[in-house]
C-alpha cells in the first residue's frame, strides 16, 4: 500500500498485524450479572409491571390457553413497548423472523409517524400500534419457499410470537427493538423454521400429557420440551481471513497444509484460556445477559482455536431463539475485536469440527424433569416410560432424524472420524443399560411389584450421578437426566433437530398411549401394565441401543446388520424426505404438512447445491489465481539454479527437488482441469441430480485439486506463498 510497506507481502503484513493488537478492553462493565440481566429484553416481568391489567391478563390467557389477544390489548401492550423501547433509545422496530435460510431476517421500520394539527401544522411523533406489534408483512417474494408460492401470491406475514421475550439489540450507536415472529404465507403455510418448532411442541405436549395421565400423572397440564445449546466456534485474526477468498466466501478454508502441531498434545481442551480469547467472551456475554440469555460455561475446545459456549437450558422454543441470537453476537462482537467468528462445521480440515450439542429433556408443568430418575418408585416408573417412548422415536425416526441435520457442512463431521456417526443410535450408560439387558433377558417376564423392584429400579437414582461412563461417539446420548443430540452442526438452527425431535416424540406417546390403554384392560395393576410395556418397547428399539465405539468400522457392519439406516451424507440423508412413510409422523402430529415437507426438501437441496458451486467455484479461483502463479514463479527460480548449476557441471540433487515440484505442479494442472472440465458439466442438471452429481463427481474433484495444491504448499518457498498458512491462523490467537 504505502511505500514502507515495499518488500512485505501482504501474509506477511497480516502476521504482523495479527501479534500486535492493541488491548481491548471491554467496552463496559456493568457490574454484579444478576442486576442487568435482561436489560435489554421486555419480558414477563417487565409487562406485569407496565401493562394495564386488564391485557396483561389477556397476554397470559393468549400465552396459556392460546385464546386470541383482542385489538384494545394489543394496542396498550405496543404503546407500553414502545414507551419502554424509546426510553432506552431505540428509535426502529422490526419483525425478527428465521426464514428457511437458515439465518435469522429484519427488517427495520422507525416508531415515528407524521401528524398535522391545526393549519396543516406537521408534527413527528412516535407511535406503535396493535395491529404493527401482532402482525407484519415483509416483501416475502426474495426468501425461499420451496415452490410453495406461486409469484401472485408472493405475499408473507410474520406474526408475533408472545412467548418468546421482544428485544433491543444495540450496535453502532444503533438500538432496534426486535419482535420475535413467525412467517407464514397467505394459505398458512410456514415460511420458517419457528412456526414447525411451536407446532412440535403443542404435539409435545399433548401428547406427553395424554400417556402420563394413564400412568397416573392426572393433574398433568402441560409438558415442555427443554433445550441448552452447546454452541462450539472457532475464532480467526481478521487479518488472515481478509486475505483468504475461500473463509470469506464459504467460511471455511478449501485449501492449506495441515500444521506441524495440530490438536496431537491434546493441550487445548479446557486449557487456559488466551486473554485476547477471555476479552472477547466477556463482551459476547455481558451482551447476552442483557439480553437475557443464561449463558453458563465458556471454554476451550479440542482443537486450537476452537472454543465453546454453553447457556442454561430453557423451554425449546425460547432456547432456541436464544442460540440463533447467540450465534449473531459471537459474529458481531468478534469483529470488535479483530477477529473473525467461524460457526462453520469444518473450518479446517485435520483438526475437529464444530458441533452443537443439543441438550434436550422434557419437563411437567410443576418443573419435574420427565428424564430425573426421582426418588419414588412412582417417579422411576414414570422415568422409564419416557426414556423407552424416547428410545422408540430415535429407533423408528432416525431416517426422519438424520435428514434434519443434514447440511454439507455437517458432512465434514458426521461419520468423519471425529465426530458422531452419520448412523443414528443411542448410548445410554452401564447403569440403564444394565436394567434395560435385564428386561430384555426376560428378568421381567411378569411385571409384579416384587419384579419391578428386583430389576433395580429402586436403583435408578444413581443413573443421574452416573458420569463414569461418557461416552463421546455417540450422536444421541443419555446424560444423567436428558439426552444430548450431539450430531446437530455448530452452523444450524436448532429448530429443525429440535422440531422433528419433539415431533417423533409426541407420535410414540401417542401409539404408546393406545397401547397401555388396551394393557390396562389385560393387566392387574397399572404399574404392571406400564412395565409391560416398558418392558416390549425395550425389546422393540434393541437395536438402536449402542454403548460401543461410534467410529469403528465394526459398528458400520454391526449396525447394517441390525438394519438401521446408513446416510453417509446429505446426498444421501435428504431424499429420504421425499418417502411418505418416513415423514407422515410429522403431517401426523400438525409438525409440518405435506407441502411443507416437500418444499423444505427443495430448499435444502438447492442450498446443498449453491453452497457447494460456491465453495467450487472459489477453489477453483483460488487454485488459478494465488497458487498456480506462485508455482510458476518458484518453478522458473528452481531453472535458474538448475542452469547455473549444470553449467559449472557440478553433479546434484537439485535435479530430484525440479522434478519434485513439476510432478506436483502436473497434477495440480491435470485436477483443476478436471475441475473445471466437471463445474461445466453442473449447468443444465436438475437440482436432484446436480445434488447426487455434486456429492459424487465434485466432492472428490475438490478433494484432488486441495490435495496437489497442499503439497505445493510446502515445496514452494515461504515468502512466496500468499495465503494464510494454517499454523498461522490457528496459533496466532495466544501470542497477543
Ligand atoms: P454435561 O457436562 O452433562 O453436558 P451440563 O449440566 O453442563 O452438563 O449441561 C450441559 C447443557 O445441558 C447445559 O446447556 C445445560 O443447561 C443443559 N441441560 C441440563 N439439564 C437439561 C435439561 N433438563 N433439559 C435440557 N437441557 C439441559
Ligand atoms: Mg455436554
Known sequence: MTTSNLGISPRQQAVSASLTRSKTTNSDKPGPISQYFGSLTFDLAKMREKLPKESYQNLIKTLEQGKKLNRDSADAIATSIKEWAVAQGA????????PMTGLTAE???????????NHSELKVIEHFSGSQLIQGEPDASSFPSGGMRSTFEARGYTAWDPSSPIFIVEEENTKTLCIPTVFFG???QALDNKTPLLRSVESLSTQACELLKLIGDVDVKKVSATLGCEQEYFLVDKNFVALRPDVIMSGRTLLGAASTRGQQLEDHYFGSIPGRVKAYMQDVETELYKLGIPVKTRHNEVAPSQFELAPIFEDANIASDHNTISMEVLKRVALKHGLVCLLHEKPFAGINGSGKHNNWSMSNDKGENLLEPGTTPHQNIRFLMVLSVILKAVHKHSAALRASIATPGNDHRLGANEAPPAIISVFLGQTLSKILNDMEAGKLEEATPAAIIDLGVARLPEVARDNTDRNRTSPFAFTGNKFEFRAVGSSSNVSVPASFLNAAVAQEFKEASARLKTLLQQKESRDEAVMELVRQLVVETKDVRFDGNGYSDEWKKEAQKRGLPILANTAAALPVLKDDTVTSFLVEQKVLSKEEIESRFHIMVERYNKTLEIEAYSLFEMVTNQVIPVVEKQLSSLYVTQEGIQS????????????????TFEALLESVKTLEFKIEKINGLGEEEKMQFISSEIIPAMEAVRSASDKSELLVADELWPIPKYREMLFSIGLS
Do not use: M
Not at 91 to 98: I, K, V
Not at 107 to 117: A, L, P
Not at 648 to 663: C, F
Open 186 to 188: 397467505y394459505h398458512g
Open 91 to 98: 428509535t426502529h422496530f422490526c419483525h425478527w423472523f428465521q
Open 648 to 663: 559449472k557441471g557440478l553433479k546434484s540433487q537439485y535435479s530430484t527437488r525440479v522434478s519434485t515440484l513439476e510432478n
Open 107 to 117: 427488517k427495520h421500520d422507525s416508531f415515528i409517524t407524521i401528524q398535522y394539527s
